[in-house]
């Protein structure tokens, strides 16, 4: 049945998008006074504080490039702006009298902004972050960048909802990115990307025949799911250059809100699928959640390719209880011959059973493959114990690697491949397998740093989302001596007449960031009864705590086992034990090496 021909259905529905178009211009006109709000105190701060040092003459004139940065930073941060996809500057601190930091001064950058518009990247050099992207601050992004200036170790951030004004237009994005600290610079490298559809989402849609959808009043966009689109008939997003002027029935309504085409569209779109006799309960659901509101659960009849389809649906309204709501969340789901969605729902979770069943496999097998039993050393007066503990997850990327070397040497080295899951525990192997072949060419720390770096920077291009970290070193019989390198790795505990210390020493950039990084060997000399500790951030990692805080409880464990005798033999397991419990919120690694 065509609704277009009702005028009763079209009046309702032309009636429901002009209320959409008020609450979207409200909700826009609200976003848009918090960042001039935010805008205007910058502008105050920026007037007490003394002008930046490090804004270019001339640089608002120069023409656009991909990347620029300011004179007198290292020749390779250029490369590293070039090759990082996404939105990626290189920030320098800005510190006030107080030894606070208030701001950043971007000092280099690429050409993406962080919504996704390209803009020259010259714009942004010498000038506060706070002045040219004020949208930063109220997303909670500089939380993420001053915990990687406090840590001095790579962050990670959970998505954020970015909001800001680019060109006098209102811009927005969901953001997943990662924070590093360049080592010896003081700089931060940030990298921004938008958050796709998971590929698992789509499999679970497919299969349960449901979907989603929210509608972001702020841009006046719907972000439909693939599943959602299959089950209302939607093959693709609605074509490019419609207009209002193309939609019957709406002819003279306001264009004064930027994308209004969207709304009009999507909202006629599947207010003509859905039958007559539901179409006016539909409406005055849309009608509750515009204002605010929460419909909990409603069932309708949509008409999709000559054939009906009874759906149940909920929405939702956020942010909760705001007078002029942001974005609508919506859900729905098929419910058509439930007794065969049953069935099907039956055979689906069988299948879905025996891919757990053979994940948990999988991951056994990556689980022994990264933690085998260690074999008895040659040197007598070397004992070597090791601990793992799984994240509250499953398996991880946490490895570690402890062999006697034809040349007399001991190898000895921790990693952590970004990542969760299967595909980290994956990408753990093939590291700790790749150093197994590196460390017979001789090379000493540094050099196996190096050679493991271009190892993952070339099988995974450079991308931020699968890097690792590591400490690689050997022992050295003869001299008693151990010599190590650290790629962005948390540095090594020796435990010395009862009393633990980080070894001091050079820190190299996390392995797959940029190619041909060079690291520093660094030498540690051993005396009868030293206790080395080389562990993964698992171990010092607490939700709601930083490193410095998790190092100074390992350290403290580790003082009060030598105090109570205890960690003379099974050092890594006592630590484990105490510190984490049978399962940690990450998964952690202690290789524990005992001088006698």
Same mark, same amino acid.
């Given at each position: 049945?065509? =609704?277009?021909?009702?005028?009763?259905?079209?009046?309702?529905?032309?009636?429901?998008?002009?209320?959409?178009?008020?609450?979207?211009?409200?909700?826009?006109?609200?976003?848009?006074?918090?960042?001039?709000?935010?805008?205007?105190?910058? &502008?105050?701060?920026?007037?007490?504080?003394?002008?930046?040092?490090?804004?270019?003459?001339?640089?608002?004139?120069?023409?656009?490039?991909?990347?620029?940065?300011?004179?007198?930073?290292?020749?390779?941060?250029?490369?590293?702006?070039?090759?990082? &996809?996404?939105?990626?500057?290189?920030?320098?601190?800005?510190? /006030?009298?107080?030894?606070?930091?208030?701001?950043?001064?971007?000092?280099?950058?690429?050409?993406?902004?962080?919504?996704?518009?390209?803009?020259?990247?010259?714009?942004?050099?010498?000038?506060?972050?706070?002045?040219?992207?004020?949208?930063?601050?109220?997303?909670?992004?500089?939380?993420?960048?001053?915990?990687?200036?406090?840590?001095? @170790?790579?962050?990670?951030?959970?998505?954020?909802?970015?909001?800001?004004?680019?060109?006098?237009?209102?811009?927005?994005?969901?953001?997943?990115?990662?924070?590093?600290?360049?080592?010896?610079?003081?700089?931060?490298?940030?990298?921004?990307?938008?958050?796709?559809?998971?590929?698992?989402?789509?499999?679970?849609?497919?299969?349960?025949?449901?979907?989603?959808?929210?509608?972001?009043?702020?841009?006046? &966009?719907?972000?439909?799911?693939?599943?959602?689109?299959?089950?209302?008939?939607?093959?693709?997003?609605?074509?490019?250059?419609?207009?209002?002027?193309?939609?019957?029935?709406?002819?003279?309504?306001?264009?004064?809100?930027?994308?209004?085409?969207?709304?009009?569209? $999507?909202?006629?779109?599947?207010?003509?699928?859905?039958?007559?006799?539901?179409?006016?309960?539909?409406?005055? $659901?849309?009608?509750?959640?515009?204002?605010?509101?929460?419909?909990?659960?409603?069932?309708?009849?949509?008409?999709?390719?000559?054939?009906?389809?009874?759906?149940?649906?909920?929405?939702?309204?956020?942010?909760?209880?705001?007078?002029?709501?942001?974005?609508? =969340?919506?859900?729905?789901?098929?419910?058509?011959? %439930?007794?065969?969605?049953?069935?099907?729902?039956?055979?689906?979770?069988?299948?879905?059973?025996?891919?757990?069943?053979?994940?948990?496999?999988?991951?056994?097998?990556?689980?022994?493959?990264?933690?085998?039993?260690?074999?008895? =050393?040659?040197?007598?007066?070397?004992?070597?114990?090791?601990?793992?503990?799984?994240?509250?997850?499953?398996?991880?990327?946490?490895?570690?690697?402890?062999?006697?070397?034809?040349?007399?040497?001991?190898?000895?080295?921790?990693?952590?491949?970004?990542?969760?899951?299967?595909?980290?525990?994956?990408?753990?192997?093939?590291?700790?397998?790749?150093?197994?072949?590196?460390?017979?060419?001789?090379?000493?720390?540094?050099?196996?740093?190096?050679?493991?770096?271009?190892?993952?920077?070339?099988?995974?291009?450079?991308?931020?989302?699968? @890097?690792?970290?590591?400490?690689?070193?050997?022992?050295?019989?003869?001299?008693?001596?151990?010599?190590?390198?650290?790629?962005?790795?948390?540095?090594?505990?020796?435990?010395?007449?009862?009393?633990?210390?980080?070894?001091?020493?050079?820190?190299?950039?996390?392995?797959?960031?940029?190619?041909?990084?060079?690291?520093?060997?660094?030498?540690? %000399?051993?005396?009868?009864?030293?206790?080395? =500790?080389?562990?993964? $951030?698992?171990?010092?990692?607490? &939700?709601?705590?930083?490193?410095?805080?998790?190092?100074?409880?390992?350290?403290?464990?580790?003082?009060?086992?030598?105090?109570?005798?205890?960690? /003379?033999?099974?050092?890594?397991?006592?630590?484990?034990?105490?510190?984490?419990?049978?399962?940690?919120?990450?998964?952690?690694?202690?290789? /524990?090496?005992?001088?006698?």
């Amino acid at each position: 049945m065509d =609704l277009s021909s009702d005028r009763t259905s079209e009046d309702a529905l032309a009636e429901l998008h002009r209320l959409a178009l008020r609450t979207v211009a409200r909700a826009r006109h609200r976003a848009r006074a918090r960042i001039t709000a935010e805008r205007a105190q910058d &502008r105050v701060e920026r007037a007490a504080a003394p002008p930046s040092p490090f804004a270019p003459d001339g640089a608002e004139k120069a023409p656009p490039s991909d990347v620029a940065v300011l004179p007198g930073l290292p020749s390779w941060i250029p490369a590293v702006l070039g090759v990082l &996809r996404g939105s990626s500057t290189v920030l320098r601190p800005d510190v /006030a009298p107080d030894g606070t930091v208030r701001d950043f001064i971007v000092v280099g950058a690429n050409h993406f902004e962080l919504s996704g518009v390209e803009r020259g990247s010259f714009d942004f050099l010498g000038k506060r972050l706070s002045e040219t992207r004020p949208g930063v601050r109220t997303s909670g992004m500089y939380d993420v960048y001053r915990a990687a200036l406090d840590r001095g @170790t790579p962050v990670s951030s959970d998505t954020v909802d970015y909001v800001d004004v680019v060109d006098g237009v209102l811009q927005r994005a969901r953001l997943r990115g990662t924070v590093t600290v360049l080592p010896g610079l003081g700089l931060l490298l940030t990298n921004w990307e938008p958050v796709g559809e998971a590929r698992l989402s789509r499999r679970i849609q497919e299969g349960g025949r449901m979907g989603w959808a929210e509608w972001d009043l702020i841009s006046g &966009r719907i972000r439909w799911s693939h599943g959602l689109r299959e089950l209302l008939g939607l093959r693709a997003p609605p074509p490019e250059g419609v207009t209002l002027e193309g939609v019957h029935g709406v002819e003279g309504a306001a264009r004064t809100v930027a994308s209004a085409k969207d709304v009009a569209v $999507d909202l006629f779109t599947v207010g003509r699928k859905i039958d007559p006799a539901d179409l006016p309960g539909f409406v005055a $659901d849309m009608r509750a959640l515009l204002r605010g509101g929460e419909v909990p659960d409603r069932e309708l009849t949509v008409h999709v390719d000559g054939s009906r389809r009874r759906i149940r649906w909920v929405g939702h309204a956020q942010p909760e209880g705001a007078e002029v709501p942001e974005s609508l =969340l919506f859900a729905a789901r098929n419910i058509t011959g %439930q007794e065969e969605q049953l069935r099907q729902a039956l055979v689906e979770t069988e299948r879905l059973r025996q891919e757990a069943a053979a994940e948990r496999r999988v991951s056994e097998t990556f689980r022994r493959a990264l933690v085998p039993p260690l074999e008895a =050393l040659t040197p007598p007066w070397i004992s070597v114990s090791s601990a793992y503990v799984p994240s509250d997850s499953g398996v991880g990327g946490d490895w570690y690697k402890c062999r006697e070397l034809p040349d007399g040497r001991v190898l000895l080295a921790v990693g952590d491949a970004s990542g969760h899951g299967v595909e980290a525990a994956s990408r753990a192997v093939q590291q700790r397998s790749a150093l197994a072949g590196l460390a017979y060419t001789g090379g000493d720390a540094a050099q196996l740093a190096w050679a493991l770096g271009e190892v993952v920077y070339n099988d995974y291009y450079g991308n931020l989302d699968t @890097t690792a970290t590591c400490v690689v070193g050997h022992l050295y019989p003869e001299a008693r001596a151990f010599r190590w390198a650290s790629a962005g790795h948390p540095a090594p505990i020796l435990v010395r007449d009862g009393e633990p210390r980080l070894l001091q020493g050079e820190h190299g950039m996390m392995l797959g960031v940029v190619a041909d990084t060079a690291y520093t060997t660094n030498t540690a %000399q051993l005396h009868s009864g030293d206790l080395l =500790l080389l562990y993964t $951030d698992g171990v010092i990692e607490r &939700r709601g705590s930083d490193l410095e805080t998790g190092a100074a409880a390992l350290l403290e464990a580790v003082r009060t086992g030598m105090a109570r005798g205890r960690l /003379a033999e099974s050092a890594a397991e006592r630590l484990v034990a105490h510190l984490l419990g049978a399962e940690a919120e990450d998964d952690a690694t202690i290789l /524990a090496i005992q001088v006698s």
